[in-house]
């Protein structure tokens, strides 16, 4: 393990995460469950199964989304 | 006369791209004021499709209740919409989320024109479906009553027309029956009126006018009782199926008695 940081933007805001964790993990991390979101990197959709294999890099900027009530 | 078991339920369902449902009224999740009582809305409209939005989830509060933990998806489908879309690109951005979210294709494309009317923008809609029907979506298209935008939707992909009755949230009931017949006339995909619908007698009247079915949210989640409301609903909806397939009298300018005339003393 190493002690560096990534700076990255979650739903807009800035956050620092540890370097080379997966998008999964990020989630975890987050209090989230992946099963339940959807996440996009850098304006592409990521994969569900390849959220556990893709590292968080410096700058990336993600959208974390869920399903809500809606007409 | 014998009876006449059939009910709307056991022989009258409904296909949309290649899905089967006995329910003609598709509900949405918004403006409840509580989960609890929007899952027993759902339950008593007998809606087996609710539509629902995709937001960003609270990274602040990870752990509150989520609408799943309420309506589950395996029972109900889940219809992501394209709610709060004013381009093309956002409301496919949005889709593709959705189906990596849910896993499924059929989804609710609406692209709207300017906040004030939400009315729809439907050259973006367009664009939008011919994408999405591309990208293996199945979209069930919210639009204006305009018979040959309509049509061009169908050409384009979209697997059911959803015209609007009257304004999202107004309550006006339908506006526009005329533009409704025409569109239901010309479909060979099912037809709903999406929006407008205030009451039961408007749901009625849109299943009067040949429609598959009814799309709507605010009519039931801001009424007094909303869970009576969804009953009144289910019902209307029913009886304007029933009443749309019985076939109605024709209209006449002048009486015309119900008693015979003939041995009148």
């Not at chain 2, 799943?68 to 004013?86: E, H, Q, R, S, V």
């Not at chain 2, 300017?114 to 050259?123: G, N, Q, R, S, V």
């Not at chain 2, 869970?227 to 209209?251: C, D, F, H, S, T």
Request: glycine content about 8%; some cysteine; aromatic content about 4%.
């Amino acid at each position: 393990m190493n002690d560096e940081t990534v700076s990255i933007r979650v739903n807009g805001e800035h956050r620092r995460v540890p370097e080379g964790i997966s998008i999964a993990d990020l989630a975890l991390e987050l209090g989230l469950e992946p099963a339940k979101v959807a996440v996009e990197r850098n304006l592409e959709v990521v994969p569900r199964s390849t959220l556990g294999s893709v590292t968080v890099e410096d700058g990336d900027e993600y959208e974390i989304v869920t399903f809500v009530g809606g007409g | 006369m014998a009876a006449r078991p059939e009910m709307p339920t056991a022989d009258d369902c409904w296909t949309v791209a290649g899905r089967t449902y006995r329910s003609r009224l598709i509900v949405g999740t918004g403006k409840y004021k509580s989960f609890e009582e929007n899952a027993a809305a759902v339950a008593a409209s007998g809606a087996e499709i609710v539509t629902v939005a995709v937001r960003r989830v609270n990274i602040a509060d990870p752990k509150q209740p989520m609408l799943t933990d309420y309506i589950d998806p395996k029972a109900i489908t889940y219809l992501p919409n394209t709610a709060g879309c004013f381009t093309a690109e956002d409301a496919i951005r949005t889709l593709r989320l959705a189906r990596e979210a849910g896993g499924w294709t059929l989804v609710k494309l609406e692209v709207l024109g300017e906040a004030k009317t939400l009315y729809p923008d439907m050259i973006e809609t367009l664009r939008a479906t011919e994408i999405l029907a591309k990208e293996g979506f199945e979209p069930m298209v919210y639009c204006a009553d305009d018979p040959i935008a309509a049509k061009k939707l169908e050409d384009a992909g979209a697997v059911a027309i959803m015209p609007l009755g009257a304004p999202i949230g107004s309550g006006l009931g339908l506006q526009n029956r005329v533009m409704i017949r025409l569109i239901v006339e010309n479909a060979k995909v099912p037809v709903l009126v999406d929006a407008g619908v205030g009451t039961a007698s408007d749901a009625s009247v849109a299943m009067e006018l040949g429609c598959d079915g009814v799309l709507m949210n605010t009519a039931i989640a801001e009424a007094k009782d909303p869970i009576l409301m969804a009953r009144a609903m289910k019902a209307a909806v029913e009886a304007g199926r029933l009443a749309y397939r019985a076939g109605r009298m024709g209209k006449r300018r002048y009486a015309d008695p119900s008693s015979p005339l003939a041995g009148l003393i």
